[in-house]
Nanobody, 123 residues
Framework: QAQLLESGGGLAQPGGSLRLSCAAP???????????MAWYRQAPGKQRELVAS???????TYADSVKGRFTISRDNAKNTVYLQMDSLKPEDTAVYYC??????????????WGQGTQVTVSL
């Protein structure tokens, strides 16, 4: 079972935009502390690849294939990471997964994954 809740996937035309969200809900009223968060994607027949990551302080890193087009951000108060995808290309078509390095608030410390959300870029 995925502990992270993803949303925002769908169909976009080339040149269009989508915004993905991934929330890491903890126990109600309890602190959640997350270190790095990241977005990965996996296309059919391909390995899962890192798209973008962001530190707890907000420093981003991007794969070369998405630099200048995608923006990763986070809202620590909401325990949420976002991926703003602009200038989409058909090559961006994949299932996108978020990951969070959780240190406080989940049953164990370590990496947690979302369920995946489909992004399709096509005419």
């Amino acid at each position: 079972q995925a502990q992270l809740l993803e949303s925002g996937g769908g169909l976009a035309q080339p040149g269009g935009s989508l915004r993905l969200s991934c929330a890491a809900p903890g126990r109600s009223g309890h602190l959640v502390l997350i270190y790095d968060m990241a977005w990965y994607r996996q296309a059919p027949g391909k390995q899962r690849e890192l798209v973008a990551s962001i530190t707890r302080g907000g420093s981003p890193t991007y794969a070369d294939s998405v630099k200048g087009r995608f923006t990763i951000s986070r809202d620590n108060a909401k325990n949420t990471v976002y991926l703003q995808m602009d200038s989409l290309k058909p090559e961006d078509t994949a299932v996108y997964y978020c990951k969070a390095d959780v240190r406080i608030g989940f049953p164990r410390n370590g990496d947690y994954w979302g369920q995946g959300t489909q992004v399709t870029v096509s005419l």
